[in-house]
């Protein structure tokens, strides 16, 4: 237990140093746009580029992978009714990726790592889970909150964002999905690695420097943007999502995700020891604040993937006690 409150403690820290200094006004009223906007486009690119580009991708070929991720499928598949329990219909598109996405994606980087670390005994554990993600789920759901809504904005406000699609031709939209791994900057920085990786080259020695200190501002910073995002205007009310809503996706994340590797890997695939523990264990990570970025930066339900983040963090550690306990983990 010691050692996952060790992992949790700099969320819980940053997500409430962000959450003051939104209640002060220390950084401004634009505060929470403008630091989304540097991570999707500046921090996490960087982030994903120097992970990527030093991962072997031949991790990809271990047994306990497709255990998480037929655990990934499912419960995103259990998270597609999140997206039609709202009060406000109809629902988007893109609103229901957000759903899907606080149902089924992990926090493999500021959380994956140390508790693969703490509680499996090797951090590389979880390399294969963000490769994983950042290669195959991310450009996914991306690619449809790129096709469903406007590209992400300088705007302030993009809750009041339209959600209709950017053009109705078909010719337009099929340029402009095959141009997305240009214009989107976390598909790119993730493509590139994968190449670097692949290709076994590295950058020079400046440029790898450079790479690393905008790449460690990422996690932080989006923390940061994530406890701003909980402040209330003055004169405004709370924004909440619906609790059924929200209870489903946190739900599916916490249990059924999890319930879900631990059927396939134990049943199908026959792990067992430390592979069956990583399938299971990983895919009860709690909902990635990236989940939230892109959320934000696309306009389609911020405060549930808000709300899921803090929720199922919450919740994950008793979870992850209670795998590591009943699986033989730390």
Excluded at 173 to 183: D, H, I, T, V
Excluded at 198 to 225: E, I, K
Excluded at 270 to 290: C, F, I, K, M, Y
């Amino acid at each position: 237990m010691e050692a996952l409150v060790s992992a949790f403690a700099p969320i819980w820290v940053l997500t409430a140093a962000g959450w003051l200094a939104g209640r002060t006004g220390l950084l401004g009223a634009d505060a929470e746009a403008v630091l989304g906007r540097f991570v999707f486009h500046v921090s996490m690119p960087a982030a994903l580029f120097t992970v990527v580009a030093r991962t072997d991708l031949a991790s990809f070929a271990d047994r306990w992978v497709l255990a998480f991720a037929a655990g990934t499928l499912i419960a995103s598949l259990l998270g597609l009714p999140v997206g039609r329990r709202l009060r406000r219909l109809p629902r988007t598109p893109a609103e229901r990726t957000v759903a899907v996405m606080a149902a089924g994606y992990v926090n493999s980087g500021n959380l994956g790592i140390p508790v693969a670390a703490q509680v499996l005994g090797d951090a590389s554990y979880a390399a294969p889970v963000l490769l994983f993600q950042v290669l195959l789920v991310t450009p996914l759901m991306l690619t449809v909150l790129d096709a469903t809504t406007p590209a992400p904005s300088s705007s302030p406000s993009p809750a009041d964002r339209p959600t209709s699609r950017p053009t109705s031709r078909p010719a337009a939209r099929l340029r402009r999905l095959a141009l997305l791994p240009l214009r989107n900057p976390v598909i790119l920085g993730a493509g590139l690695g994968a190449l670097f990786s692949a290709a076994g080259w590295r950058l020079p020695g400046p440029l790898a420097h450079s790479a690393d200190l905008l790449g460690a501002a990422a996690v932080p910073t989006a923390l940061v943007t994530l406890g701003l995002s909980l402040r209330t205007p003055p004169g405004a009310a709370a924004q909440r999502p619906d609790r059924g809503e929200l209870g489903l996706a946190v739900l599916v994340k916490t249990v059924g995700q999890p319930l879900a590797a631990l059927a396939v890997g134990a049943l199908l695939l026959h792990l067992r020891g430390p592979q069956l523990r990583a399938a299971v264990l990983l895919s009860a990570l709690p909902t990635a604040q990236n989940v939230y970025v892109y959320a934000r930066l696309y306009g389609a339900a911020p405060v549930l993937a808000r709300s899921a983040v803090l929720a199922s963090t919450v919740l994950s550690m008793l979870t992850l006690s209670v795998i590591a306990w009943s699986l033989g983990g730390g």
